[in-house]
T-cell receptor, first 115, second 117 residues
Framework: NAGVMQNPRHLVRRRGQEARLRCSPM?????VYWYRQLPEEGLKFMVY????????ESGMPKERFSAEFPKEGPSILRIQQVVRGDSAAYFC?????????????FGQGTRLTVV | AQKITQTQPGMFVQEKEAVTLDCTYD???????LFWYKQPSSGEMIFLIYQGSYDEQNATEGRYSLNFQKARKSANLVISASQLGDSAMYFCAMRERDSGGYQKVTFGTGTKLQVIP
């Protein structure tokens, strides 16, 4: 029973390149959340997705960032034309499809470094 | 207003002593949940303990207990018998329904705990 899997663990991109971060939720989980953690800070909510639906993207920057969770395959967080300020740890969490879930299970994060 | 407030950026505790990490929250939702996560230097987020807003008893998990005071809107984490491996960042978080009816988890800024031998 694998946990939430994120890959890659570490990603280095040059300014202007695209970054793709993947998240495979726990088996049976259909809700995925993405968070960003800047150095020395807490986690900031970015987006909440269910299969094939973006439920809440109020924490996503309006430009360059997008997220999807297709019917098949992992959830993808995509950052276009990366800038130095995008350097952060990006965490994905998943939870089961019922209200009152007691915890969200986190992946180990992807550490993005923009050089 | 901050949804989750952790007022202690850093704490020191002597090994084998107990320590309390503070967390206050703000919500108008009647049904919500409070979590504590540990983030060691390796970076992963480790779930420690959960308290539901309707739970009458304080949650406990091994050496971790959550001191839940609903009227004061506080959810402090108590770690008993601190160990060197407890040195880490600790985040308080709250799950609530937002204005759109969707569940969202909000995190505090964290407390860095250092256990002294």
């Amino acid at each position: 029973n694998a946990g939430v899997m994120q890959n890659p663990r570490h990603l280095v991109r040059r300014r202007g390149q695209e970054a793709r971060l993947r998240c495979s939720p726990m088996k049976g989980h259909s809700h995925v959340y993405w968070y960003r953690q800047l150095p020395e800070e807490g986690l900031k909510f970015m987006v909440y997705l269910q299969k094939e639906n973006i439920i809440d993207e109020s924490g996503m920057p309006k430009e360059r960032f997008s997220a999807e969770f297709p019917k098949e395959g992992p959830s993808i967080l995509r950052i276009q034309q990366v800038v130095r300020g995008d350097s952060a740890a990006y965490f994905c969490a998943s939870s089961p499809p019922m209200s009152g879930h007691t915890e969200a299970f986190f992946g180990q994060g992807t550490r993005l470094t923009v050089v | 207003a901050q949804k989750i407030t952790q007022t202690q950026p850093g704490m020191f505790v002597q090994e084998k002593e107990a320590v309390t990490l503070d967390c206050t929250y703000d919500t108008s939702d009647q049904s919500y949940g409070l979590f504590w996560y540990k983030q060691p230097s390796s970076g992963e987020m480790i779930f420690l303990i959960y308290q539901g807003s309707y739970d009458e008893q304080n949650a406990t998990e091994g050496r971790y207990s959550l001191n839940f005071q609903k009227a004061r809107k506080s959810a402090n984490l108590v770690i008993s018998a601190s160990q060197l491996g407890d040195s880490a960042m600790y985040f308080c978080a709250m799950r609530e329904r937002d204005s759109g009816g969707y569940q969202k988890v909000t995190f505090g800024t964290g407390t860095k705990l250092q256990v002294i031998p």
